[in-house]
């Protein structure tokens, strides 16, 4: 089988999970014997771009006219059975689903954000989640509030690309949904069930967890959506060392709240930005990870970092976290604010009962993204966490380990080039 995997890669001044992930599968897919043709671009070659390719740029999301020429004689000179379609912003341009229809290959997309419908992929603004652009025909509301990259004339642009592919987007042939939660932000678009299957992504085995460690570890891009006001908030309410000690690794603009809580409290330690081996180090010396999220949050790797390494998760009750944890919480629709999901689990899951407004899933707890919610959920994850390592490992071994994921995804392949959807 040979497949053309397409990905824009973001800076790599912006550390990025989807880059991570993209060089991951196409590893794994190498090694299960899956011909790989990497058509890849990168948003740090822009700097150093000719005037006259940096003169289109503001039309390249819309068009980019130079990938569709390579695109087109990658698939002439190679004739692969998919092309498999990461991020396509801002160099290669949803305008790749056509050129390869056009070639007659069919189209797999992982969706990695919500950029279908929301200009800077989050719904998530001003500190909420935000859903205004939802079943307009154009994103006014993103323009009005620079909502991509803090920019009018960006964030206008970002719109009409979105309104100029909304048919693109429908003529895709299989869209892997990571969570049951993209699934459903899917199925709201318009794309038909049958179009969507829900594959997460994997991590690398590390082999036999080592013994549980203590305290917390919360590993995040440091911005507003990730939580990080929330869970110092939540940590604040306990004594200092009441809960061992909670490490923050990361790296963004709150970067110096985490800074001063780090100053402020001993039970505090920022690790900063972590390379592969930090990673593991920092999930070892910890029992609980938490993700902390404030945002519909698609597939957070920390996670699956932490059921790999036998370590439960601690998480806000958002996106595709309970997915990845095993909540009983069901599934809210992408946009239910935290009122809502603060009674989505409110009387806790199965087995032994929970403290109102904490979920038990099979590897970790879920609550609402509220700071009382989250500080009465810190003790108890401290508590259990012993209770719930082989269930931690065990769930990643079923449902996040690389050979069963890359298994899922070829499996995906055959099917679609078996029966395209485009016309």
Known sequence: MRIVVAHNRYRE???????????????????????????????????????????????????????????????TEHRPDVLHLHNPYPLISPWVVRTAHRHGVPVVQTVHNYRQVCSSGIYFRDGVICQDCKGRALGVPAIKHRCYRDSAVQSALMATTLAVHRGTWRSVDRYIALTSAIADHLSDYGIPDERIVVKPNSVPDPGRPAPLGDGFLYMARLSPEKGVDLLLDAWRRHPVGALGTLRMAGDGELRPLVEAAAAERPDVVYLGQLDRAGVQAAVEASAVVIAAAMWHDVLPTVIIEALANGRPVLGTALGGIPYLVGADAPHEPAGTGPAENASAVAGGGGGSPMPTGIALGEAGWVVAPEPAALAAALPVARAGASGLTLAARARYERTFHPDVVTKQLIDIYAGVARTPNHV
Not at 17 to 34: F, K, P, R
């Open 13 to 75: 001044a912006q550390p990025s999970g989807e880059n991570t992930i993209v060089d991951s599968e196409i590893a794994q897919l190498t090694a299960a014997g899956v011909e790989v043709l990497p058509f890849i671009r990168s948003s740090d070659e822009i700097p150093s771009m000719s005037k006259a390719a940096k003169a289109l740029l503001p039309i390249s999301p819309i068009w980019a006219p130079r990938a569709q020429h390579d695109l087109s004689r990658l698939l």
